[in-house]
């Protein structure tokens, strides 16, 4: 390292300029990052979605859903396979491997799905691949209401206008539209008029195929010219009207004379309230990778221009009923206050202690340095700078200077003590051999820093995606400071410092040398009973801290709740659904927090929610007030949502919702998974786990997707009847769809658009089972019967849906946790169940929040101890003597001492971030023992004298200063994030904080009084 060092003294001015332009080049490059609210931490997914109409859940299940879980088992890079199969759709939700390419695998899925096509049975869709998203999906959610225009031609500008115009953006990868009214022409055929005429449903059916064929007519060549021939297709509704049916007598018949055509509204699976109002929404889900932030403002520019014609049409745009990018800028936006406000902190202190700008100025330059040597790091390898990284910033700033310090003091110290007369040349050795002198600690006591953040980067799963790029923001800031101790610092060292004699040092400085010299005399006489006395402390507050509420994630407070509302009774109409969706929003929107309010009912094509109709849910945006008790604005919903007993639900927070998704398929924090083959067995499971789970405290918001059955009708056919008729089997399942969904023609083509074409039975759509027994079918003998002596149509209750995990069906038990640790809840959950019992066949699993919390808490804690072990291999080469790295150990439970006692005086629960702070306070007590016991070792050099307590009085001394320093810049580098708590982006930096400002409390104190007498009695013992 002496040539390193002495190679930039040499090139000083170089390296000046060089660090100037490094500052530029950072800084642009910071500017054209991209930015996020929250890392990746949901793996790339996909969804394969195929509409099967007039399937009920069991018939999706058998014929639909196992072929194509059979076809995509075993696809490569593939880790979990969910399914859901529902009255009419299917639905397998793919999670990739983790670090696997998504696009090559979503490509081999693609592949697959063909192989399953031919196991489909007819009448089902193709099955449609979903993009990938990005981890939170939403990038924005847009409302469209109206006075003017009617629902259909609502939807028709939000299809055909609007979506192709927001697609369009780069970064955008799926538009889903809920609400307004589907447009469909629809053949309307009167049944008395078919019997009039003798006509049978199927006839009209296939004249309107017929007439929506696409023909190809060529060309045809006239002397020189080719003429291309072009066939008109049909384009309106009156066209249809118009197509030949049959000739009765001298009169041909159209298919107007049996039937009304005309533009109609398909059956709805999915509606949409803004402001309480029906209207459409737009749900904008970003690009896997997209910059959330670019993408946004794009989409904002898009809807600006597109503004004057929707003013023009009368339609009133909501821009944003739920705008990520919104707690994008507040939170990252708190923390650049925080790094600013800690940044002015360090330059104080350097200030205060060194009492030079020069030297002040050659410390502090290692920040920016390091940051912005950082950052293009992170964004190259495709971290975006979202509330992670930039925490990992904050959590770096007071190390980040800590190794200038360290060099700088050497400097002045070396500098002061040789006297004011002397030459350059002379000063600028004086800089090398001060920088060399400290240069080997420095190094292994940055080692060892590095070194604990190693369990952070080893969890997996959710909790590593989401804590790993504030590990690697860490490291790579703090790996970037030691370079730029090693080579920037010495050079301006030798510029700015190496010209006239440094200041005196500070008379205060010196009276706390003294008082410290005192201390460490006292201690000394019996360090033993003061260390007995901190590990009986620290042994009392660890057991305390047992106790304290342990929460993988904290609620991020995005001023912005999910309500997640189902009928307690399946089976409610859309219509009903919509009545309460008005009156719930009117509550909310009543509430003095929220801003707006939107509602989904049931689902939209190739949407992310497959929900019947009998399901929804609302997103509340709350005011953009800091002042806004967010816990609070949570209870009252909660409260609101009470007020309505025939409606289940759970509020969470926008993150949470998909954070609980990702880990289960749920929204609830918890989800209890019941296993088994036998539906009813597992029915019985889900109403039993039901009922114990409510009696445990802490569970809110029960909720089960089994053990109900919504209601209904099952056609029941009469085989003998149809032989003796000679009427078709398939005939009454025919007559059935025409008369509610309609059977699919074809499309017609009118300009840019496409509209489908049905032919349905029209029948009062209030009575369709009771007027469907009443109507005629052809027979074989040129004849009629009655529909009712063919088949009728039977009461029976069925399953909403059925569950498949790994291809195993299976119902889930969920409830989210208030008022006590999700762990404690958890445990006495599991208790319950186990003594309530369950039906043979069936097993349970727990999921959710609660099981990644304790299998990271296990990950980390291994990690920890395997770490462990390594910083003490790198404490034994550090050192000559094993009995430094011994006093280097003991320094972790005086750091855990203060960091316990936060985290108990402060009330927070033990999350991920307190988690880590506990590892990085170790990592930075742990490099001020280092740098003290090193220096013991050189001056055993130095002066050839085994170490006793004056040897260890002065040694402190000597490196009081720049522990000092080091641990008043950590700390008040960290304070603005600790005095940030309960603020957006502060969730998981602000318990970091404030347990690694106790530990620094403890471990610095510790350090300079405790350690140099405990240096003293132990290690002069070697005499």
């Known amino acids: 390292m002496r040539w390193l060092i002495a190679h930039a003294l040499r090139a000083r001015v170089g390296i000046a300029v060089l660090m100037l332009l490094g500052l530029v080049a950072g800084a642009l490059a910071l500017r054209r990052a991209p930015y996020d609210v929250l890392p990746d931490f949901v793996p790339p997914q996909v969804d394969v979605q195929t509409e099967a109409p007039g399937l009920d859940p069991e018939q999706v299940e058998q014929l639909v859903t196992r072929p194509i879980e059979a076809a995509l088992n075993g696809a490569q890079g593939l880790a979990t396979m969910r399914s859901q199969s529902i009255a009419g759709l299917s639905v397998v939700t793919l999670g990739f491997v983790e670090g696997s390419d998504p696009y090559r695998v979503r490509q081999g899925v693609a592949e697959k799905l063909a192989d399953a096509l031919p196991r489909l049975p007819a009448g089902v869709g193709a099955p449609k691949l979903s993009p990938l998203t990005s981890a939170t999906m939403d990038v924005l959610k847009l409302g469209l209401v109206s006075d003017r225009v009617d629902p259909m031609a609502l939807r028709d500008y939000a299809d055909w206008t609007l979506k192709p115009a927001l697609l369009a953006v780069p970064g955008a990868a799926r538009v889903t539209v809920f609400g307004g009214q589907v447009r469909e022409v629809a053949v309307e055929v009167r049944p008395q008029r078919l019997l009039a005429y003798r006509l049978a449903l199927t006839d009209v059916l296939d004249a309107v195929r017929r007439a929506l064929v696409a023909h190809g007519a060529g060309f045809v060549e006239s002397g020189s010219q080719r003429l291309e021939l072009r066939v008109p297709l049909a384009a309106d509704a009156a066209t249809l009207a118009a197509v030949p049916l049959a000739v009765r007598g001298a009169r041909p018949l159209t298919v107007g004379d049996v039937a009304d055509v005309r533009d109609a509204p398909a059956p709805l699976y999915g509606d949409a309230l803004i402001m309480g109002r029906p209207g459409v929404l737009l749900t904008v889900s970003g690009q896997y990778g997209a910059n959330t932030l670019a993408v946004t403002r794009a989409l904002e520019s898009r809807l600006a221009e597109l503004a004057p014609g929707m003013h023009a049409r009368g339609i009133t745009l909501y821009p944003e009923l739920h705008r990520p990018a919104s707690f994008i800028l507040t939170a990252l936006g708190n923390l650049r206050d925080a790094l600013l406000l800690g940044a002015a902190f360090v330059a104080a202190v350097l200030l205060l202690f060194l009492r030079d700008w020069r030297a002040a100025l050659v410390s502090f330059v290692a920040i920016p340095l390091s940051l912005l040597a950082a950052a293009p790091l992170l964004v190259w390898a495709g971290i975006s700078l979202n509330v992670m990284t930039l925490g990992g910033f904050a959590v770096a700033l007071g190390v980040l200077v800590d190794d200038a310090i360290i060099d700088v003091e050497n400097i002045l110290r070396r500098l002061r003590a040789a006297g004011a007369a002397l030459d350059l040349r002379t000063r600028l050795a004086i800089v090398l051999e001060a920088s060399v002198e400290i240069r080997s600690a420095m190094v292994y006591a940055t080692v060892v820093v590095l070194l604990v953040f190693v369990p952070v980067l080893l969890q997996s799963g959710v909790t590593g995606r989401f804590i790993a790029?504030?590990?690697?923001?860490?490291?790579?800031?703090?790996?970037?400071?030691l370079l730029v101790a090693m080579v920037v610092t010495p050079a301006l060292a030798a510029l700015l410092l190496a010209r006239g004699a440094p200041r005196a040092e500070p008379r205060w400085l010196q009276r706390a040398r003294a008082l410290q010299a005192a201390i460490v005399q006292r201690l000394a006489r019996r360090p033993w009973r003061a260390l007995a006395a901190l590990l009986v402390a620290f042994a009392v507050v660890a057991g305390l801290a047992l106790r304290v509420e342990a929460q993988l994630l904290p609620d991020f407070r995005e001023s912005h709740f999910v309500v997640q509302i189902g009928a307690r009774q399946p089976g409610m109409a859309r219509a009903e659904m919509v009545r309460l969706g008005e009156a719930l929003s009117a509550r909310l929107r009543a509430l003095p927090q929220v801003a707006t309010v939107e509602e989904q009912i049931g689902r939209s094509e190739l949407g992310e929610d497959t929900w019947t109709v009998d399901r929804g849910e609302l997103h509340v945006e709350l005011k953009h007030d800091p002042s806004i008790d967010q816990a609070a604005a949570q209870a009252a919903i909660r409260r609101v949502?009470?007020?309505?007993?025939?409606?289940?639900?759970?509020?969470?927070?926008?993150?949470?919702?998909?954070?609980?998704?990702?880990?289960?398929?749920?929204?609830?924090?918890?989800?209890?998974?019941?296993?088994?083959?036998?539906?009813?067995?597992?029915?019985?499971?889900?109403?039993?786990?039901?009922?114990?789970?409510?009696?445990v405290p802490g569970v809110v918001d029960l909720q089960s997707s089994a053990g109900t059955r919504a209601p209904g009708y099952r056609l029941q056919t009469d085989a003998a009847a149809l032989t003796a008729y000679g009427v078709d089997p398939q005939q009454p399942a025919t007559l059935l769809a025409a008369a509610t969904l309609g059977l699919g023609a074809g499309d017609l083509y009118a300009d840019d658009r496409t509209v489908p074409v049905v032919v349905r039975l029209a029948l009062p759509p209030d009575h369709v089972a009771a007027e469907l027994q009443h109507q005629l079918v052809p027979t074989a003998a040129e004849g009629y019967v009655p529909f009712a002596r063919l088949a009728t149509l039977v009461p029976e209750d069925a399953r909403p849906q059925i569950r498949h995990d790994g291809g195993r069906r299976y119902a889930t038990v969920g409830f989210d946790v208030q008022g006590r640790g999700i762990g404690a809840v958890v445990a006495d959950a599991r208790a319950a169940l186990t003594r309530a019992g369950l039906p043979q066949g069936v097993d349970a699993a727990f999921g959710g929040v609660g099981a990644e919390q304790q299998a990271a808490a296990w990950r980390l804690w291994l990690a920890s101890a395997a770490t462990l072990v390594l910083i003490v291999l790198v404490l034994a080469s550090a050192f000559r003597e094993r009995r430094y790295a011994a006093l280097v150990l003991l320094n972790l439970p005086f750091a855990l001492l203060g960091a316990l006692a936060a985290l108990l005086v402060s009330r927070l629960p033990l999350s991920i971030g307190a988690a880590v702070g506990l590892v990085t306070v170790f990592g930075i007590s742990a490099r001020n023992a280092i740098l003290l016991l090193?220096?013991?070792e050189q001056l055993e050099t130095e002066t050839g004298a085994r170490l006793d307590l004056a040897l260890a009085q002065r040694g402190a001394a000597e490196r009081l200063v720049p522990v000092l320093m080091t641990a008043l810049v950590s700390a008040l580098g960290l304070l603005p994030l600790a005095l940030g708590l309960g603020r957006a982006g502060y969730e998981i930096e602000a318990p970091l904080a404030i347990v690694v400002l106790g530990g620094l409390v403890t471990s610095t104190a510790l350090s300079l009084l405790l350690l140099p007498a405990l240096a003293a009695r132990w290690l002069d013992a070697r005499r």
């Open 934 to 936: 090193a220096h013991y």
């Open 469 to 481: 790029p504030l590990a690697w923001a860490f490291i790579l800031s703090v790996l970037a400071s």
């Open 641 to 695: 949502l009470d007020d309505f007993p025939s409606l289940q639900g759970e509020v969470v927070t926008f993150i949470g919702d998909r954070l609980s998704e990702t880990l289960t398929g749920e929204t609830t924090q918890v989800a209890v998974q019941l296993y088994g083959d036998d539906l009813d067995a597992l029915d019985r499971a889900a109403r039993q786990a039901r009922t114990a789970l409510a009696a």
